[in-house]
């Protein structure tokens, strides 16, 4: 019995000992492998230098906040995409003595009825029926109270025949680590759907992922009796870049490529416009031409030290969870990093809180809100007051060379900021100090009126009682 017992203890043993070799091993693969990998992307700069210059004029632009470049900014792509889809205009073609009409957004529901089932009726399509909406805001009731939504872009196509008549949401992610709120594009369809029979939704992302089931449940498009059946589809942003590729490539859009100098009909600037779109759209999901590279590389170093050693399901999903626990670790760090250079901030802002004479009305976002939202967004509210589409807010703002943190008044409604922007007198009473330095500004976009502040000069309690007086100017004439 002893002798059994002794027998099982040795396989056990070697079973144990066989395990700890094979992760030991798994574990030198891996830290080869990154060794390696930092190695491809000194190699890929490399190859990169000896390319033409690869100039993306959106990365180098950056927005009035100062929040980080334009070319993964959510908002403004968005606006970038609309645009682009209001490109309307005819063309005369003097070798077939005929003219042409381009119209952009009538492309673009061509190029996505490939991707609905239940296509998009585009006979007699008529672009004066279509209207555009940025940002576009729907009330959603809520058992506790309502809630506003914001659309990122919506397209309404208004027919006499109701039939005809049809709404496509775009949901814009530009972002890989940027989720949905809260029944996010289920209230979206739901509210819309009221108007519009039919109602189509487009997620666009980076690695064109499905939204989350909390944002949109399967029920809505997956299954055959779902709402939105048939009209729902995730697209990644390369896919509108090699969509724009294709146009340039047609025959019909050559007079694109004519570059005659005494030419009125030159068309050079809407193609170089084009020409930065798609690298933007690709730059986004990381298929241009530095990401295909980068790309090429990993998958060369890979075949060479990992995959040779693959030969089961289970060894893959053996080393994805190890990649996967890498970049989760990855993910912790950069989380940090942020954390670290905004502690600052965030100390600041609490101590401006707490001199505040009405403490509840205001929302104070935790550090793990406000870490999250920068690291999806490059920005963050620290601190917010809402009334009727006007915000009173602390905002922090982050990027490789710093922080930006200020405070003012935000809005998207045009008619409340021109409101707003007639109080400039009372308005600079109220900043008092700060109205006569230059970070106060009057500004164009969403904000209405926002100081960077100084966290080495200002005061926490000069702030403090600004935000107050601004409360009390808000509560007065947003009614």
């Known amino acids: 019995m002893a002798k ?24 030198n693969h891996l830290g080869n492998i990154s060794k390696s990998l930092i190695e491809v992307r000194e190699k890929v700069k490399e190859e990169m230098e000896k390319l033409p210059p690869q100039f993306n004029v959106l990365k180098y ?18 606006h970038l995409l609309l645009e682009l889809l209001k490109i309307d205009f005819k063309y005369k073609d003097k070798e077939y003595k005929k003219e042409f009409k381009v119209n952009f957004t009538k492309l673009f529901f061509e190029f996505m009825n490939d991707k609905f089932e239940n296509k998009i009726d585009l006979n007699d399509f008529n672009y004066k029926k279509v209207i555009f909406g940025k940002e576009h805001v729907v009330k959603v009731e809520r058992e506790d ?20 008549s049809f709404a496509v949401i775009i949901e814009n992610k530009t972002k890989r680590e940027t989720g949905d709120q809260d029944s996010q594009i289920k209230d979206y369809y739901d509210k819309i759907s009221k108007n519009y029979k ?32 048939g009209k729902f589809t995730n697209i990644k942003h390369a896919a509108i870049g090699y969509w724009l ?46 990401g295909d590279m980068t790309k090429d590389e990993i998958k060369e170093l890979l075949e060479k030290n990992l995959f040779k050693e ?41 101590k401006i809180y707490n001199k505040l004479t009405n403490k509840d009305i205001y929302t104070l976002l935790t ?83 926002y100081y960077h502040i100084d966290i080495d000069k200002d005061k926490p309690e000069e702030i403090a009682n600004a935000i107050d007086k601004l409360y009390e100017l808000l509560k007065k004439e947003i009614k």
């Open 145 to 164: 109270k309502p809630t506003n939504r914001r659309i990122d872009l919506i397209i309404f196509y208004n027919d006499n025949n109701k039939e005809k």
């Open 61 to 78: 632009i950056k927005n009035q906040t100062e929040r980080g470049s334009l070319s993964t900014f959510e908002t403004y792509n968005s």
């Open 367 to 449: 550090d793990t809100e406000i870490i999250e939202h920068i690291l999806s967004e490059g920005w963050a509210h620290n601190l917010e007051f809402s009334r009727k589409e006007v915000n009173l807010q602390i905002e922090i703002a982050t990027d490789d060379v710093g922080g930006k943190y200020y405070f003012g008044i935000l809005s998207w409604e045009a008619k409340l900021q021109n409101k707003l922007r007639e109080k400039i007198n009372e308005i600079k009473k109220i900043f008092n100090k700060f109205c006569i330095d230059y970070n106060f500004r009057d500004c164009g976009g969403a904000w209405v009126y």
């Open 198 to 229: 039919n109602v189509y939704a487009i997620y666009l992302t980076p690695e064109g992922k499905l939204p989350s089931e909390n944002s949109l449940p399967e029920e809505y498009y997956k299954k055959e009796n779902g709402k939105l059946y």
């Open 4 to 27: 059994s017992l002794a027998k099982e203890e040795n396989i056990l043993l070697t079973l144990i000992n066989a395990f700890k070799n094979d992760e030991k091993e798994k574990l």
């Open 245 to 290: 590729e294709g146009i340039l490539k047609r025959q019909e859009f050559s007079f694109l490529n004519n570059e005659e100098e005494n030419n009125k009909y030159n068309y050079k600037l809407l193609k170089s416009v084009l020409i930065q779109i798609i690298d933007n759209e690709k730059s986004i999901s990381g298929e241009n031409e530095e």
């Open 310 to 350: 693959i030969k089961t399901i289970e060894k893959a999903d053996e080393y994805i969870d190890m990649f996967n626990k890498a970049n989760e670790l990855l993910e912790e760090h950069k989380k940090l990093i942020v954390k670290n250079r905004i502690l600052p901030y965030l100390d600041f802002t609490r």
